[in-house]
């Protein structure tokens, strides 16, 4: 059973009844949160029965918002492993350098987690069809949940993505609009859609539940870290749900009185090209202004205008991290060292944490003796035409 009790607003703190579809909070235009019942939660259930049950993202459904059993989609998410990378580590005189493998996930990336638990909720609440603007990652595990659940999809994509991220959307079966222009062209496409058709908006933390499924990477990274988590997580940072998801996981843990110890220091990670979390991070600034004329290789984190950038900007502070940017043209050489000395092939985004890392220790501000992890967030099979031999 779920512990669901409310919505909360990010920003203006209004609450709402989660029983009805909603997208941002209606009062402030900024996203919604689920809140938990955690003191019952607490009370009723013990840390062990928490993460006892199962191998996927579902085993934390009382900290999920479904509420059927009927309800819950799965193509087999979660679950991925954390590996200790050896020779990564020895390379760079390191100990404690951890990865946690998010490629293992269903269209190869952590975005099947948020849309495994979003388009669940979605047609709990009876929406008939869903929609999204994407340059990537996202539209295919949204049209890969579409389709398990026989739901409509509609996909709003720039023209010049990579055609494997178009061929697997339609190869699930959704609609796909290719839009001239940027993301935000097919942001505004795909508003005017749903204006028109009536269908339910998935785009990042415009609706509260794929922060939910992002958050069960917390939740792992806790219990197979022997709920002594790691000194600092690096994160390659677009929209931030995964970032914001996973410190709402350690907030909900450490209310529930679970975890030992203190929480990570979280690093967002971007590309030199599209660096907006950073430029604002390093002005103290608490909004980040639009990054004008975005441009990487690593369409995950080709985000020029982030819906949730207070709450990251917020949650960096909060844990004592930091924010910086690492060469776009590095990303492909890293991606290769992380492919070749630790058998994992990568994508462009993930890869990136692994520069963030080298940078942090060359600066000293990653110390010797502390525990590091990396998130490995997509797969590299996505992204066969930046190789090269
Ligand atoms: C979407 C994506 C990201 C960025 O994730 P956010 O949660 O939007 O910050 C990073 N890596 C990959 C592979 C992605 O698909």
Redesign the pocket.
Known sequence: MTYLNNLECSYCHENYDPGQLMNLCPQCGKPLLARYRLDRLAREISRDRFAGRGFGLWRYRHLLPVIKEKNKLTLGEGGTPILRACNLGRAANYDALYVKD??ANPT????AR?MAVAVSKAMELGASSISIPSA???AGAMSAYAAAARMKADVFMPRDVPHSFIRECSAFGAEVNLVEGLITDAGRMAARHLAKSGGFDLS?LKEPYRLEG?KTMGFEIAEQMGWELPDVII???????????IWKAFLELRELGWLDGSLPKMV?VQSDGCAPIVRAFNRGSSFADNWEGAYTI????R?PS?VGDFI?LEILEESGGTALEVSDSQLMNAAGRIAAMEGLFV????AATLLAFEKLLDDGWIERDQTVLL?I???GMKYLHLWRD
């Not at 994160?235 to 998801?245: A, E, M, R, V």
């Open positions: 998010e490629s190869g990336s952590f975005k948020g990537g990652n996202a990042t992002k994160y390659p940072t677009g929209g931030g749900t995964g970032l914001i998801g967002a690593a369409d995950g984190i985000v982030a990251i994508s462009p985004e993930a998130m967030t997509g797969s």
